[in-house]
């Protein structure tokens, strides 16, 4: 799978959203000045630490896709921004209210987990899984897709700060990793938040953001979602579950296995993973260049136990990523064994 599937957002036409009826009146300063939203982080994480921007809305009105800046994190027609946790097993992580205004719909109950496994019938109609709108002054309306079924807690014409709390990061609806879709519309046509009013080309248009979070919100091409060691096989399934904790290893564990997952790679990067022992020699290494961009991708590096097992001390193992013969990725982590 050269990119992860795609993630629609149904705003309507599915109808088990619960909208606002009759009679209730919207929060929004009725006659204030045209201007521009100004938005907050949607999701309580650090982007770039602890959550990563998997996908920008598509500025290519052609059958080809391009983010904003020209770069490949996106895809065909995609008209969000997904802000990814790196495993299932990072639960809890809040939506948040990205500016103030009036819930005007809201959608729960639609059950979490992969539509690969499920199936894409299963989601069919539900593509947003469990969702939120919101209704901004000057017909701005910010949408929050994928929940986790029972976090929502708003309701159709609660009025919200940016940064109440609206639910939990989940995996509902069309997606196959758990993250938040956030698509903005303005005067119900989808906005890049990161583009506003862009002229064609790259790298033109506002920020929606604030400037609080520009430096937060910085592109980054490439970008590891998760390192670690274990003893076990390494899948990509392995590591979305729990991140790819392995449990606790020893000096007697069968086999000492570093492994990474990073997102954003292009065609042409070779990527290096080296493992170490505590005299710096490499005892297992791994060294792939990709054929195609890829929107994730894992690699591995190790080897069984030794005779008479492991020696104590620190294994270290560094990736990097190579393009045109410059570093355009690098990360190290250790691991520290005893008995
Ligand atoms: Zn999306």
């Known amino acids: 799978m050269s990119k992860l599937g795609p993630i629609a957002a149904a705003i309507s036409g599915a109808g088990r959203w619960i909208a606002i009826t009759g009679g209730a009146t919207l929060g ?9 939203i100004e938005l907050q982080l949607p999701v309580a994480c650090e982007v770039g630490r602890t959550c990563f921007i998997q996908n920008y809305v598509d500025a290519d009105p052609s059958p080809a896709a391009k983010d904003y800046t020209c770069g490949t994190l996106t895809y065909e027609g995609h008209d969000g921004t997904d802000f990814r946790i790196p495993s299932r097993g990072q639960s809890n992580v809040k939506v948040l209210a990205a500016a103030p205004g009036t819930i005007t719909r809201i959608r729960d109950g639609v059950s979490d987990g992969n539509f690969h496994e499920s199936g894409r019938n299963a989601v069919q ?9 919101i209704t901004h002054a000057d017909q701005w309306e910010t949408q929050y897709c994928h929940l986790a079924k029972g976090s929502v807690q708003v309701k159709p014409g609660d009025q919200v700060q940016a940064g ?33 009013e862009a002229a064609s080309g790259c790298g033109s248009g506002k ?7 520009h430096s937060q919100l910085a592109y980054r091409e490439r970008a590891v979602l ?25 000096v007697n564990s069968l086999a000492l296995v ?19 022992d505590s005299n710096e020699r490499i005892i297992a290494e791994n060294r792939v260049t990709l054929e195609r961009d890829k929107a994730q991708t894992m690699l591995f590096a190790g080897r069984k136990k030794p005779k008479g097992g492991w020696d104590k001390g620190s294994y ?3 990736f990097i990523v190579e393009r045109d013969a410059h570093v355009v990725l690098k990360t190290r982590f250790t691991l520290v064994l005893s008995d």
């Open 258 to 276: 570093a492994f990474i997952r990073a997102i954003g790679l292009k065609a042409g990067d070779t990527q290096w993973l080296a493992l170490r």
């Open 316 to 318: 270290t193992a560094t």
């Open 28 to 36: 929004v300063a009725a006659g204030a000045t045209a201007s521009t």
């Open 125 to 133: 109609g539900v593509e947003c899984g469990n969702g939120i709108i």
């Open 226 to 250: 998760n390192a670690g060691f274990t003893s076990r096989p390494v899948t990509m399934d392995f590591i979305e579950r729990d991140g790819g904790d392995g449990g606790q290893l020893t």
């Open 164 to 196: 109440d709390e609206l639910g939990q990061i989940g995996l509902s609806g069309l997606t196959e990793f758990p993250h938040l879709h956030l698509t903005v519309r303005h005067h119900g046509k989808v906005v890049d938040p990161f583009a506003y």
């Open 207 to 213: 920020q929606l953001w604030t400037s609080a979070l």
